[in-house]
């Protein structure tokens, strides 16, 4: 607690009594104790000062008034030492007036010490807000920092990026080798991330349709190395199975995975971020390594003869006899009916899974009221927690933005919100499949062009989040965490 006025003046006076007040008052504002007063403190201290100096002296002379404007200027931030110009001119225009009468300087200096205590209280503000404003920059720094978002992580990810590219050019008959060497790398990774995320556990983000048909494609490439390296019996997958699993996949990965980059907007171009660039990498690469199977099928049987067979490359058909409609389940010779059919593959336990026990993971208020400990999130909730809940509200539910809103803040859906979802997921899977699947498979051209297409904008959104970062991003958090101060 700060002693009180009286307290420094009794104090004061004790150690220097016959001192005169502008003695006193030089030794009281250069004490550094009396930092603890307030502004009305000091002025008292100087008041009584000079209410016991009138009381001992008639009248000021002309170096108490040197003296008091001295003081006056060393409180203003003037060296004592060495007065600029406009100060003396100051003193000494306030020195003729102030001397005429004793009360007249009382109230001219005790406003201009309260003038000057007001700027030094403002400036301490000043320096208390620009603290804070460093301390929040750090903070945002640390956060990128712990992201991955340094310059070996980048150049890591710069150089991996040249080095895919090359091969795709050079040697495209090795592409799938590093598709699953570093999705070997990469997957495990992304799912320590997720597993650890804060504040929902997202590792159920690996049973949505992309992450599955990825798992699916591993598992196929390990099992064709293992029948034709390991066991030496390449009749351990016949010639239909392998067919069967290669028309499945290159209708999921150059339809569905290849529309995903373009409708997705987190599917980025992140070099420093291993979870981004996990997702770049499960939407990207498929259509990249179908892409050599398709069009360098003879490099691949020539390096590779023992695992990859592609002799019913010449024999495939992209739609089944019955036309390019069908019934889902028929069709199994070509590759849109493979496709389909692995796609509802998935859709079906998904959508029961989700009924089950996946829409009431994250929700934060439970059925009867009570709050809830949610630990798991999934990618339903995350998806319309990004915007997809106030569209979907507004075009079919006639639901106002604020209601959407609300229920994104408590991941509360309901199973009319998840059936407009999955209904619009299944939609958009069968349309990449017509629209984005079939000329990639008749045209080398449009499939190649497919992929420069995706790789820009992949990397124009990477660009446009870099841009924000190194631009906006600290205006705009800094904004945000001082908002009550800036209004």
């Not at 010449?314 to 590759?335: N, Q, R």
């Not at 999130?377 to 006639?398: A, E, P, W, Y």
């Not at 958009?428 to 297409?453: D, K």
């Amino acid at each position: 607690m700060a002693p009180s006025p009286d307290w420094w003046l009794n104090v004061a006076r004790d150690k220097k009594s016959s001192a005169s007040a502008f003695d006193l008052s030089s030794y009281y504002l250069t004490t550094a104790s009396l930092r603890s007063l307030t502004i009305d403190g000091v002025i008292h201290i100087i008041i009584q000062q000079f209410t016991h100096m009138s009381s001992e002296r008639s009248s000021l002379t002309k170096a108490d008034v040197d003296r008091a404007n001295l003081l006056e200027a060393e409180l203003m931030g003037f060296d004592q030492g060495n007065i600029t110009e406009p100060a003396r001119e100051y003193n000494s225009q306030s020195s003729n007036t102030m001397q005429e009468n004793g009360v007249d300087l009382q109230k001219v200096f005790a406003g201009n010490v309260r003038k000057v205590m007001q700027d030094n209280v403002k400036r301490k503000g000043d320096k208390e807000i620009l603290n804070r404003v460093l301390k929040e920059i750090e903070m945002i720094s640390a956060k990128r920092m712990s992201e991955g978002l340094n310059q070996w992580n980048f150049s890591f990810g710069v150089f991996n990026c040249f080095f895919i590219v090359y091969i795709f050019g050079a040697h495209p008959e090795h592409l799938w080798v590093v598709y699953l060497v570093e999705g070997m790398y990469m997957i495990p990774r992304k799912f320590y991330n997720m597993w650890h995320a804060k504040p929902l556990n997202q590792a159920l983000y690996y049973l949505d349709f992309c992450w599955c048909m990825n798992f699916t494609a591993f598992a196929l490439i390990l099992l064709l190395v293992f029948s034709g390296v390991v066991a030496h019996d390449e009749g351990l997958v016949s010639d239909v199975a392998r067919k069967s699993f290669f028309n499945a996949m290159m209708g999921v990965a150059c339809g569905t995975l290849m529309g995903a980059n373009i409708v997705l907007p987190f599917v980025a171009c992140m070099f420093h971020d291993v979870n981004t660039m996990t997702g770049l990498f499960i939407h990207l690469m498929p259509p990249m390594v179908m892409y050599t199977f398709m069009w360098h099928s003879a490099e691949i049987k020539e390096h590779w003869p023992y695992i990859f067979h592609l002799t019913y490359l010449e024999g495939l058909k992209y739609f089944p006899e019955e036309g390019i409609f069908f019934t889902p389940g028929d069709g199994l010779d070509s590759v849109a009916g493979s496709s389909v059919a692995l796609y509802f593959l998935w859709w079906i336990p998904y959508v029961c899974f989700q009924l089950l026990v996946g829409i009431d993971l994250p929700k934060k208020i439970k059925d009867d009221g009570t709050p809830a400990k949610p630990v798991w999130d999934t990618v339903f909730h995350s998806t319309m927690r990004q915007g997809l809940c106030i569209t979907l509200g507004k075009v079919f539910r006639g639901r106002s933005k604020k209601d959407s809103i609300a229920l994104c803040m408590e991941n509360d859906f309901d199973l009319i919100d998840f059936f407009i979802y999955m209904i619009c997921h299944l939609i958009a899977a069968m349309a990449a499949f017509y629209l984005i699947g079939y000329p990639c498979f008749v045209s080398q051209e449009f499939h190649l062009f497919m992929i420069i297409f995706v790789t820009w904008l992949v990397v124009a959104r990477g660009a446009k989040r870099y841009t924000y970062y190194t631009t906006k991003m600290y205006a705009r958090v800094l904004r945000q965490h001082f908002a009550d101060h800036f209004s």
